[in-house]
């Protein structure tokens, strides 16, 4: 395989990872990365704060609050990344972007996701962040995703809790578009026993509305 023709520094350097940190760090509260650094690292390397590369990212490092890095966390992700520059970590980007496409760390982080995006002190996690992380997470990879984000604008559902969010996405990955190998009495949550019921009412409507016409 080539070598790419980047030489950015030599080797890895803690001491100037600990220093590429502190760029983003204020003197109040030198050993945490907050919003405002936030902001300013995805500038340097050219990435959207809510790309789902930065949840990648933040996973890596074991961060346990969303818009914060600590200094361990930091160090700890990027040491394992080799990276100890803005230029080195966007080389990377891709690299974080591909651990996507295993399942099983797709699972990872979805589970992960859950916790890293809920306030700390709520056992679950509110229905606008869930939207949103529904949305970053399965968006665009779950045809019924539109529908189900639609599903939950209706619903009564105030907050998602960790058993109804992972199964979500056990849902997306087994559950066929037209539902025909859903079990009403499988050990599915109300909540997507609920969805179904609910599309397959909006589907019906659809045909006899189609039908009468």
């Not at 700390?120 to 229905?127: P, V």
């Not at 529904?134 to 998602?160: R, V």
Request: aromatic share 12%.
């Amino acid at each position: 395989m080539a070598e790419r023709h980047i030489r950015l520094e030599d080797g890895f350097s803690q001491k100037r990872c600990m220093a590429w940190f502190q760029e983003y760090t204020t003197p109040d509260e030198p050993e945490t990365l907050g919003p405002d650094g936030m902001e300013k690292f995805c500038e340097d390397i050219g990435v959207e704060p809510e790309n789902i590369v930065m949840l990648v990212l933040a996973y890596k490092m074991g961060a346990t609050q969303m818009g914060f890095f600590s200094q361990q966390e930091w160090l700890k992700g990027l040491t394992e990344l080799d990276c100890d520059s803005a230029a080195k970590m966007v080389v990377k980007l891709d690299y974080l972007r591909s651990i996507l496409n295993d399942p099983n760390s797709f699972k990872s982080i979805y589970r992960y996701a859950y916790d890293f995006a809920k306030d700390s002190d709520q056992r679950c996690m509110d229905i606008l962040t869930a939207k949103a992380m529904l949305q970053l997470l399965l968006g665009k990879h779950w045809p019924l995703y539109p529908q189900f984000a639609q599903f939950l604008e209706q619903s009564k559902y105030k907050a998602i809790n960790k058993d109804q969010w992972c199964n979500i996405l056990e849902f997306s990955r087994t559950i066929s578009i037209d539902l025909s190998n859903y079990d009403i009495d499988g050990a599915w949550p109300v909540m997507l026993d609920e969805f179904v019921e609910w599309l397959r009412l909006q589907r019906s409507q659809v045909t006899s509305t189609t039908g009468s016409s």
